[in-house]
Nanobody
Framework: QVQLVESGGGLVQAGGSLRLSCAASGRTFRSYTVAWFRQAPGKEREFVAVSTWSGGRTYNSDAVKGRFTISRDNVKNTVYLQMNSLKPEDTAVYYC?????????????????WGQGTQVTVSS
């Protein structure tokens, strides 16, 4: 089992930066794939970025490519999302999620474990 807790959200002006953290606990954490998703009010959950821990590969969605970076600290069992050049359209609740399924990518239905989310609000 995996437990996930997000933190680091807040209010920031457009063009600013935030770093989100996802602290994980549980067995076999380092062998899992971890991803960030976000969801704005009235909108579907949207893929942001993924890190394949077993293979060390990462991928960002087109919406955040070049601005956001997913990374991990395996010693601390923590995943980060560095968010630069923030835009108002980035406003959402951000969730981290973990799966043991290979090839899950950005498909939320493939992820079994989810955090509670952290609010990111970007003002104009």
């Amino acid at each position: 089992q995996v437990q996930l807790v997000e933190s680091g959200g807040g209010l920031v002006q457009a063009g600013g930066s935030l770093r989100l953290s996802c602290a994980a606990s549980g067995r076999t954490f380092r062998s899992y794939t971890v991803a960030w998703f976000r969801q704005a009010p009235g909108k579907e959950r949207e893929f942001v970025a993924v890190s394949t821990w077993s293979g060390g590969r990462t991928y960002n969605s087109d919406a955040v490519k070049g601005r956001f970076t997913i990374s991990r600290d395996n010693v601390k069992n923590t995943v980060y999302l560095q968010m630069n050049s923030l835009k108002p359209e980035d406003t959402a609740v951000y969730y981290c999620a973990v799966t043991y399924v290979d090839g899950a990518g950005g498909r939320p239905e493939k992820y079994q474990y989810w955090g509670q989310g952290t609010q990111v609000t970007v003002s104009s």
